[in-house]
């Protein structure tokens, strides 16, 4: 499936080099058949400009090809239609599921693709803070020491279960570092929350990385690349994982900026200019760069082959999972169709 009239036309492959596309003062997007100057003064334009900018350094296609699993989807709504309030929480559920179709499509193993779409709503529906708290996220890291979550119903018993079954599906150097970052967001948010008060912490950009990087999840993100049905040997892609991780970031600050700046909410890109002294866009552009460079050093280390072709169709997957969803309002950007309704499985 793709959207009709993508609006914003990206070649697959660019011939400029990653640093050059940033040092124009204006930018030309190619909107419904005519040119446009693109003013960087609005939100919109600001993230049109860099999202153009980035995908083409990329080489990558600006609007993805989609295929529904359904399969996925009816084993996904077996667990979630037993949650609590399961219609509210449905939008987390189904942008799950589109992150898991998308950025893990290459995946074979339905099962596996189950643990990666639970593992990603349940994430996304404890950063509302006020599930979170009602879930007692915060217990997570000492019951899942204890064993005590293991029995709980709902979403925490869910997570607990998604932790303790990552052995089946992943080598145990991948199964423990998702289980790792479900601590480490915990971890992340208190750190959030910290920022928030501590005038010391924000003014400390290695403090700031450091928590985005605790709250990402970049490491379970990562590690689900590669299941171990058909990547048994770590040492496939064990040297990429941390530049990896940056991407999958990354990725999510540059696409999700524009939702979060209508929303009026400081991002992580906003606490780097702060803490850098650099206006927004340069920190955005600074993001964007990092990325493209990691991009090309997880394809340089991981080679020809299955891990690198698993790697570029998660990177595609990732970059158009956002595109895509209503949920980061890219649309009004971009033009374009969404390829999924947040309320319908």
Request: glycine residues 6%; proline residues 5%.
């Amino acid at each position: 499936m793709r959207a009709e009239n993508p609006g914003v036309v990206v070649p697959m492959h660019s011939t400029q080099s990653p640093s050059g596309i940033w040092d124009k003062a204006e930018t030309h997007v190619l909107q419904d058949d005519f040119a446009v100057k693109v003013n960087k003064n609005s939100p919109a334009d600001v993230s049109r400009t860099a999202i153009v900018e980035f995908v083409t350094a990329l080489g990558l296609e600006i609007i993805p090809t989609y295929q529904p699993d359904i399969e996925l989807r009816q084993k996904i709504e077996e667990t979630t239609r037993l949650w609590e309030d399961e219609e509210a929480l449905r939008p987390f559920i189904v942008s799950a599921i589109f992150l898991t179709e998308t950025g893990y499509g290459h995946i074979l193993d339905n099962n596996v693709k189950v643990i990666i779409a639970l593992y990603t709503a349940l994430i996304l529906i404890m950063d509302s803070p006020a599930i979170a708290e009602a879930n007692n996220a915060i217990g997570i890291p000492q019951g899942l020491c204890q064993g005590s979550i293991h029995a709980t119903p709902g979403l925490i018993g869910t997570l607990a279960k998604l932790a303790k079954d990552s052995w089946d599906y992943f080598v145990p150097f991948a199964a423990g570092s998702i289980v790792i970052s479900i601590l480490d967001h915990v971890n992340g948010e208190m750190l959030e929350r910290l920022g928030d008060t501590d005038s010391d912490a924000l003014t400390s950009y290695p403090f700031v990385k450091y928590r985005r990087m605790l709250s990402g999840l970049p490491d379970a993100f990562s590690c689900f690349i590669w299941e171990k049905s058909r990547f048994p040997d770590v040492n496939a892609y064990l040297l990429a994982i941390p530049a990896a991780n940056l991407v999958l970031t990354y990725i999510n600050d540059i696409l999700s900026l524009y939702k979060e700046e209508l929303a009026g909410e400081t991002t992580y890109i906003h606490d780097r200019a702060r803490t850098t002294g650099k206006p927004t866009l340069e920190a955005l552009r600074d993001v964007a760069q990092e990325t493209v460079a990691a991009v090309e050093q997880v394809r340089a280390l991981l080679g020809e082959g299955d891990a690198r072709d698993a790697w570029d169709s998660c990177v595609q997957g990732f970059v158009g999972y956002h595109i895509a969803n209503p949920r980061y309002r890219l649309k009004e950007v971009l033009g374009g169709e969404y390829f999924i309704d947040l309320m319908k499985y």
